[in-house]
């Protein structure tokens, strides 16, 4: 069973920065294509960033394009996404996801409905 545990979550006010981590046990990362989702409260689950296996394949959401940046270190089974210049608009519940096997079209990894692996959230709030 694979387990996704993200941290680097909390309370920061506009402006600030912070780092998200998605650590994947009983997984190989270097395999697999990752993603971060973010769900507000009564908003529906959003894509934010996706990164695939080799890192050499990478995409944003127009909204944090520029401000966010994702990466992997594979032998560390970790993802990141470094988030500056926070708006009050980040504010949501971050959620890293995996597959368990490769995509026909990188592309294809900007859509929930292609990870079988979530985390269980990381809660972001960004004060104005």
Known sequence: ??????SGGGLVQAGDSLRLSCTASSYTLSTYGMGW???????EREFVAAIT??????????????RFTISRDNAKNTMFLEMNRLKSDDTAAYYCAARSSPVSLSTQLQYDYYYNFWGQGTQVTVSS
């Open 53 to 66: 296996r080799s890192g050499d394949s990478i995409y944003y959401a127009d909204s944090v394009k520029g």
């Open 37 to 43: 989702f973010r769900q507000a409260p009564g908003k």
């Open 1 to 6: 069973q694979v387990q996704l545990v993200e």
